[in-house]
């Protein structure tokens, strides 16, 4: 009987061993990238500190010692007034030393708003990609302009790791406002209540439009409703909705202007439209806001048909991934339940169901 049991294991260690060689056999540049992901992951996981310990530590600065309290403030409410799922995300810190630690890369059709998609195993589809190298992620860019491709390359000050991992407070978070600290702590929960599988749209959407209106609970609630940290936010959010709505407007116009093309039309001539397009789309947005919003906003940089520095495609697609559904959350939320947030949740939750796994 022991011998048995021993052969079945044998059999079936060597079977795992099988598939895991055929899955990397055939799965070359997932494999690679899922080492590079997981050997980033993990060298910020082994250089994390718990917040108890950072708290106690009598060198680190008081006014990051009550950011720190400020996070875990935001994510008590989050839980307890907003019905996110609780969890062990932001009870580690990992000091950055000033320094970024991952860049997003985001690709698109030179003459279609369509993004590049990249297939991972068991997340599913995203239309970004992420590396804690930047040299890595420099020569992917490269490879992705030499195929043709519009590209965008971003810093990035936090992501969620969907409940496998432990996620760390970043330093970087600590140099947040109030109101940015709160909506960024609050997008990263909402993606572990609810995680569509490539839907990557709708889960980006639906965070930020969480984050949000988190925030401006958060902040009414702490601040109150005539602070400073309640009107900074807001007026921010009030610019900041004009703008995204600005280039999801301007994206229309895009996408109209790739759909009317004339098949005849040569390549140089196609730029040509594009960039005067797009030049026109990002010029106008020193309009948005005027009277007393205007003058307080700092004068944009001003684009010309030959900057090279000029937004493209991948610019766009941007904003159509995270802004585009924004009215729809909001229009179902009021409309349909009345500004009751735990009720809409957990509508949400029965409509779409998660792929987190806990």
Known sequence: MKQKILRIIK????????????????NVDSSIYAYRQAKGQLKIIFNTRPVSEVLADKSFPDSLKKRILLIEEIKRFAVDSLGLNPSDNYTTFYDQHQKPILWVITACEPFELKARKWD??????????GHFEKAIADAELNELKKQGFDTQLNEVSAWSTLGYLKDPILSSM?????????ALIIHELTHGTLFVKNNLEFNENLADFVGDYGAIRFLTSKYGK??????RYQFSKKYNDAYSQHLLRGAKK???LYKNFDKKMTIQEKKRQKIAMIS??????????????QKRLISRKKWTLNDNNLPNNAYFIGYLTYQSKQNQFKDEFVKEYKGNFNNYLTYL??????????
């Open 120 to 129: 991972f195993p068991i997340v599913g589809t995203f239309s970004y990609k």
């Open 349 to 358: 939750k029965q409509k779409y169901p998660s792929s987190i796994v806990f």
């Open 11 to 26: 059999y079936s260690f060597l079977g795992l061993l099988v598939a895991l060689i055929l899955f990397i056999a055939f």
């Open 280 to 293: 026109t789309i990002i010029n106008k947005s020193d309009t948005l806001l005027a009277g007393e919003f």
């Open 226 to 231: 005539n602070s400073k940290e309640l009107e």
């Open 174 to 182: 600590l140099e947040k406002s109030e109101g940015r600290l709160a």
């Open 254 to 256: 895009l996408d109209s």
